[in-house]
Nanobody, 122 residues
Framework: QVQLVESGGGSVQVGGSLRLSCAIS???????IAWFRQAPRKEREGIAC???????GYSDSAKGRFTISQDKSKNTLYLQMNSLKDEDSAMYYC?????????????????WGQGTQVTVSS
């Protein structure tokens, strides 16, 4: 059983930055791990994914502003978010145990954390 615990969410003003962390209870070696988000009344959206060798993928909404990274020695996944916008407000989740492509689809992962709330206000 894999357990994932997100942290680092909070309230920030437009243009600000946050760094999310996801502690994973087992080795994250394998295939993709990823960050998703879900705003009220919207579908869960894949925003960034990373492979063990560091290959990354981003949604159009995240490109150029968000950076996904991992620390394998700490079994921790990170998401650095810069230039935050109102529309980035959502619950952010990390996901692991990749089931198959596409890597930014919610149905592609077996294990999920409980989420951390990000609120961006002007």
């Amino acid at each position: 059983q894999v357990q994932l615990v997100e942290s680092g969410g909070g309230s920030v003003q437009v243009g600000g930055s946050l760094r999310l962390s996801c502690a994973i209870s087992t080795s994250i070696y394998g295939t993709y791990i990823a960050w998703f988000r879900q705003a009220p009344r919207k579908e869960r959206e894949g925003i960034a994914c990373i492979k063990p060798r560091g290959n990354t993928g981003y949604s159009d909404s995240a490109k150029g502003r968000f950076t996904i990274s991992q620390d394998k020695s700490k079994n921790t996944l990170y998401l650095q978010m810069n230039s935050l916008k109102d529309e980035d407000s959502a619950m952010y989740y990390c996901a692991a145990h990749f089931l198959g492509p596409p890597p930014l689809a919610a149905g592609s992962y077996k294990y999920w954390g409980q989420g951390t709330q990000v609120t961006v206000s002007s």
